[in-house]
């Protein structure tokens, strides 16, 4: 199993920009889907979170300015990120848990993308 992360770039402060993960692979289904970044000497932090039934959660300081969203039948998760601040200056790396039958037995393993730079420009 791979997530793929992208859509990454350079962009002026109060600019957009939209993130997408695309799992691939041999699984049965992909559970939750999450969006995470880290920036520079700081710890990674958990950005957004989607359930497959479509349960969202956002941390505070993307509230009102970051969507996110999935696609089951593409088994990819998007995030698109309105009125961009320096502050969200980071790697944003997606993970999501996934069904995968081992030894004739559903089980759920955890995935991370490959993350993708996202820089905003004051």
């Known amino acids: 199993v791979q997530l793929q992360a992208s859509g990454g770039g350079l962009v002026q402060a109060g600019g957009s920009l939209r993130l997408s993960c695309a799992a691939s692979?041999?699984?049965?289904?992909?559970?939750?889907m999450e969006w995470y970044r880290q920036a520079p000497g700081k710890q990674r932090e958990l950005v957004a979170r989607?359930?497959?039934?479509?349960?969202?959660a956002y941390t505070d300081s993307v509230k009102g300015r970051f969507t996110i969203s999935r696609d089951n039948a593409k088994n990819t998760m998007y995030l698109q990120m309105n009125n961009l601040r320096p502050e969200d200056t980071s790697v944003y790396y997606c993970?999501?848990?996934?069904?995968?039958?081992?030894?004739?037995?559903?089980?759920?393993?955890?995935?991370w993308g490959q993350g993708t730079q996202v820089t905003v420009s004051s």
């Open positions: 989607i359930t497959v039934g479509g349960n969202i």
């Open positions: 993970h999501a848990n996934v069904n995968v039958v081992n030894m004739g037995y559903p089980t759920l393993f955890s995935y």
């Open positions: 692979g041999r699984f049965s289904s992909v559970d939750v």
